[in-house]
């Protein structure tokens, strides 16, 4: 879930388990929704987005759904490998129309890959 | 191999010096933004550019500025930097403004001392 203060929550996933990331986004009239992964002393890299006319969209390893009527989002990450190793966030967007720039960051979720 | 460069990788600056992070990107996308990326809280916008020419404040705006005379450079400035602006910078485009991904450079961590 979303961070509080200055420690990142934790997940620690055994290698080749899957993995659920959960965000909580704020505003009801946001539409279009990304996850990031970002490295240490990385930028943020795009993962997957999705659009609020859609529950769930697949791409490679990756799954994210949208559950809209309580405003949760989730990452899921299929047999997860060392490399997933990362801190995960979402960004929301308001309004496909509106030509707004105002993306919303969550704070992320720090995932840890045992071996 | 096509993205966003941002230089320097890191500075120590000293109070009251003036700064400017430089951003190119060679995807030819209309939109980029300047974010401030700090300890336990998420991305916040400085400046934005919607296309060439043109430029808007973003939640943080106050002692930076940025221009936009291309496509592909979106240079932020401190004029007179301050401690308060010890931070990572990030910088981003997208194909156009709202609902469509960013891509990020590496970012610029900046100390002030």
């Known amino acids: 879930g979303e961070s509080v203060g200055l420690h990142l929550p934790t997940l620690s996933v055994q290698e080749g388990d899957n993995s659920i990331i959960n965000c909580a986004y704020s505003?009801?009239?946001?539409?279009?929704f990304i996850w990031y992964k970002q490295e240490s002393g990385k930028g943020p890299q795009f993962i997957i987005d999705i659009r609020s006319n859609m529950d769930k969209r697949q791409g490679q390893r990756v799954t994210v759904l949208l559950n809209k009527t309580v405003k949760h989002l989730s990452l899921q990450i299929a047999a997860t490998q060392p490399g997933d190793s990362a801190v995960y966030f979402c960004a929301e967007n308001i309004g496909e129309n509106s030509g707004t720039y105002k993306y919303i960051f969550g704070t992320g979720t720090r995932l840890k890959v045992l071996a | 191999i096509a993205g966003i460069t941002q230089a320097p990788t890191s500075q120590i600056l000293a109070a009251g010096r003036r700064m400017t992070l430089r951003c190119t990107q060679d995807?030819?996308?209309?939109?980029m933004y300047w974010y401030r990326q700090d300890l336990g809280l998420g991305l916040r916008l400085i400046h934005y550019s919607n296309t060439a020419g043109t430029t808007g404040k973003g939640e943080v705006p106050d002692g930076y500025s940025v221009s936009r005379a291309n496509t592909d450079d979106f240079p932020l400035t401190l004029a007179s930097a301050v401690p308060s602006q010890t931070s990572v910078y990030f910088c981003?485009?997208?194909?156009?403004?709202?609902?469509?991904?960013?891509?990020f450079g590496n970012g610029t961590r900046l100390t002030v001392t």
């Open positions: 995807m030819r996308h209309n939109a």
């Open positions: 505003n009801s009239a946001s539409d279009y």
């Open positions: 981003a485009s997208s194909e156009r403004i709202g609902n469509s991904p960013l891509h």
